[in-house]
């Protein structure tokens, strides 16, 4: 028989440096979950990626065992890292902090797919081409569907 869920916990941990520091140490103790045993498994499941931010969905059941499952980092932080700046524009309608061309965008939406709710590229494309005009950042050249 299954186990039962009695919780879920959503955090974003630097790959490879989890420790059980805030806000990950008081994230998990308030459900009863081993955070040494946490911290042990996500830094070798996420060796490969040493210092991106990746989000983690924890589940956590009744008998106080846990799985967890890493997505992709977020859109935000890989348009950031494209454009090489250091954070959005507060102003994102006014003042513009960088540039991302439409092959930039392209890769992080290839990347991205498995954790977008759409179904092909030119879509995912679309919705990270929105986050980075959110951001403040301006999409350069025409978009490949427009040829």
Known sequence: MAKEVSGFVKLQCKGGQAN???PIGPALGSKGINIMEFCKQFNARTQDK?????PVIITVYTDKSFDFVIKTPPAAIQLMEAAKVQKGSKESNRNKVGKVTWTQVEAIAKDKMPDLNCFTIESAMKMIAGTARSMGFTVEGKAPWEN
């Open 20 to 22: 059980p520091a805030p």
């Open 50 to 54: 040493m210092g991106k931010v990746l």
